[in-house]
T-cell receptor, first 112, second 114 residues
């Protein structure tokens, strides 16, 4: 069964450092998403990406965040200068239009 | 703005018994979808069941079924014959028909007692 793959599973970084979270969506899917879940809280939408551009983003997704699909398979989320409050579980998801979202297993980001 | 509310932070059920998790939502849209996702301790989000708003029939997937009350904007999940592996956080989620963005509730932590 096809699946969304995220790497790394856990990333520890110093405050102020840049991190890149990676995702390989399901190959024939067209829409890609990043969600965030701060420990013990609900899952929040960050950004959606379609046809090589951002289609929607939340107020959380400020200038410190960026996404790209550099090679047609990987989908990355970059945080330029991490803050303590960026510590969370980050989920990538992909969708074939109109169907349900398939989620990766998540990347736990810890900012120290 | 659309919102999703899960009023039960925690629930507990005996193995083999039935439990119902509640979810209400608020929307002015007529075209939308509702989902229940399961998040076990591994933290992965796993789709349990989906419901299209235009369908009157309640969705069913094996031991999982929903009670979709469109007028009341209620979307509860019933788990029959509960198993130890059902223990997880359960999230209700809403998606407007014209977008693929999911809006999640705060989750219900389900414990299954042997």
């Amino acid at each position: 069964e096809p699946e969304v793959t995220q790497t790394p599973s856990h990333q520890v970084t110093q405050m102020g450092q840049e991190v890149i979270l990676r995702c390989v969506p399901i190959s024939n899917h067209l829409y890609f998403y990043w969600y965030r879940q701060i420990l013990g809280q609900k899952v929040e939408f960050l950004v959606s990406f379609y046809n090589n551009e951002i289609s929607e983003k939340s107020e959380i997704f400020d200038d410190q965040f960026s996404v790209e699909r550099p090679d047609g398979s990987n989908f990355t989320l970059k945080i330029r200068s991490t803050k303590l409050e960026d510590s969370a579980m980050y989920f990538c998801a992909s969708i074939l239009w109109g169907r349900e979202a398939f989620f990766g297993q998540g990347t736990r980001l810890t900012v120290v | 703005a659309q919102t999703v509310t899960q009023s039960q932070p925690e629930m507990s059920v005996q193995e083999a018994e039935t439990v119902t998790l509640s979810c209400t939502y608020d929307t002015s849209e007529s075209d939308y979808y509702l989902f229940w996702y399961k998040q076990p301790p591994s933290r992965q989000m796993i789709l349990v069941i989906r419901q299209e708003a235009y369908k009157q029939q309640n969705a069913t997937e094996n031991r999982f079924s929903v009670n979709f009350q469109k007028a009341a904007k209620s979307f509860s999940l019933k788990i029959s014959d509960s198993q130890l592996g059902d223990a997880a956080m359960y999230f209700c989620a809403y998606r407007r028909g014209s977008t693929n963005k999911l809006i999640f509730g705060t989750g219900t932590l389900l414990a299954v007692q042997p």
